[in-house]
């Protein structure tokens, strides 16, 4: 089916979480012919990962969660838009062209207007032992509960900073985990701060007490982080510095993750402006980028309601509704707010700067540790000299950490921003005629 | 009410072991019930999932025969074969 496929879109979403849904949902409304890619095998995005099948009835923060997300996935499928899943986007063989590749094929997407709704990732630290199986993100244990691993009686320590440390413990307390503790690197007095400030937006604070009731009794540690994990095979504790005291801990899993990171790679290969590391956008979510528009996580660490608010407007702005999208902007405003507040309130403090140890592995797709970079200048010269950032990911989880280790500032993404398939690089112009006639092609 | 994908199970092959799992559970998730690791890293360092959401390729596998699969964006199905990567 998809071999030589070519779909062509009034507007093309690429992302398929609250921002993208969003997006597409109100373009597909305007009557426009809109299709919405994503690389998971359905839409919600990370944060409404299987909301569609998940049937834990006594959790009262995710049937909030999944009432919006019912309503929004009806909106996509009631308005028309063509869902693309299972299918990343690994390089623009020339403007306008989007290549994407499945397990099967590859295809090629064209559009008048590109919305990038890629979302953010967690920001991993290195410390010892942070590559020792079942040390994952705090999101990422969340995602992989979501998607079947029994957490039922599993010791589970939950680390790093953000409010997503808290929605993820209470999830996998919901289903079962006992929590050791959650360590929060933020002080009490910036959470402190956070609380006071929060009564700017009376949902969040509602959201909040409920996140309280539903940890009501695991232990919660500010001025904490992990020291070290420990284990032969797989995890086995970790050493937590606890508000200044060092204990160990047993458990099964522990899920660490520092705040987000914005999935940038795809707007940087479009050739998009970026500023502090995230994509720059006008009023209308424009980027620097003639037709091109930025939504969600991409453009701030904001949370659903900004993605779902920015997505509105990129939508809408795409299929030309210039004065309905200009109605959202005060909504926007007031939700960019809470986003410079969760930037303040979890910004790492630079004590996690000493976490590895010289042997720690920081570039963890080709094995470099952190003394083989401490005397680089330069993300460039790292690269150049140990490989680090040049593995499989391309830097996706060492160019973050290297970021706040090293303040280093990641260069131009180089396509394909996904490793591809061979078939998929030679359908790129030019390199498949070669192919054709050296009579190694596949068509 | 237990949605449909609870009630059905799968069988994937864990390098050639088989894994029982609910329908609508991730390779990665088998792998890591199969008491696996995901890869062997460039010096010989075991490795499982980090990230759960396609990002940092520690949780890649063959899977029917295709290499370099992000095991965590992949379901099971029946027959299933699915071989770390060494």
Known sequence: MMREARHHFDVLVIGGGPAGMAAAARAAECGVRVGIVDDNFSL???????HSDDNQKHDKQGDAQRGEAARWANRVRISGVTALCELRVVHQPETGVLLAENLDGFCELTYANLILATGARERFLPFPGWTLPNVMGAGGLQAMVKCGLPIRGKRVIIAGTGPLLLAVAAYLRQHGAEIAVI??????????????????????????????????????????????????????????????????????????GFHLVPNVELALLLGCGVRNGFGEVDDFQKTTVSSVFCAG???????????????????????????????????????????????????????????????????????VSYSRLRGHTSWRSAKLHT????????????????????????????????????????????????????????? | MLSQATLTQVTA??????????????????????????????????????????????????????????????????????????
């Open chain 1, 183 to 256: 360590c929060e690197q933020a002080s009490w007095g910036s959470l402190a701060q956070f609380g006071v400030a929060l009564f700017n937006w009376p949902a969040k604070i509602l959201q909040a007490l409920q996140l309280k009731r539903d940890i009501a009794g695991v232990p919660f540690a500010t001025n904490s982080w992990p020291v070290a994990a420990h284990g032969k095979k797989a995890l086995e504790s970790v050493t937590i510095s606890r508000a200044g005291r060092v204990e160990t801990i047993p458990c099964d899993y522990l899920g660490c």
């Open chain 1, 297 to 367: 996580e991409l453009t701030s660490i904001g949370g659903v309601g900004l993605a779902l608010i920015e997505g509105q407007i990129a939508g809408l702005a795409a299929a030309e509704r210039t004065s309905e999208a200009k109605a959202l902007f005060g909504d926007r405003q007031n939700a960019r707010r809470f986003a410079q507040l969760l930037d303040r309130t979890f910004r790492l403090r630079s004590k996690l700067r000493s976490l590895p140890l010289p042997e720690t592995i920081v570039c963890r797709c080709e094995d």
């Open chain 1, 44 to 50: 919600g995005g990370q944060i409404w990962r299987g």
């Open chain 1, 387 to 443: 490989r680090c950032g040049m593995g499989t990911c391309q830097g996706r989880v060492c160019g973050p950490a290297t970021q706040f280790l090293f303040e280093w500032t990641p260069d131009s993404v180089r396509p394909p921003v996904l490793p591809a398939r061979i078939e998929t690089l030679a359908a790129i112009a030019g390199q498949s005629e070669m192919l054709q006639s050296q009579g190694t092609g596949e068509y």
């Open chain 2, 13 to 86: 092959m864990v390098n050639h072991v088989p894994v029982v799992v609910p329908s609508g559970t991730t390779v990665a998730v088998a792998i890591v019930l199969a008491g696996q690791a995901c890869r062997t890293s460039v010096t010989g360092e075991p490795r499982g999932p980090l990230c759960g959401m396609g990002i940092c390729f520690e949780c890649r596998v063959t899977i029917n025969g295709q290499l370099h699969c992000r095991s965590c964006q992949v379901l099971c199905e029946q027959g299933m074969e699915v071989d770390t990567e060494k």
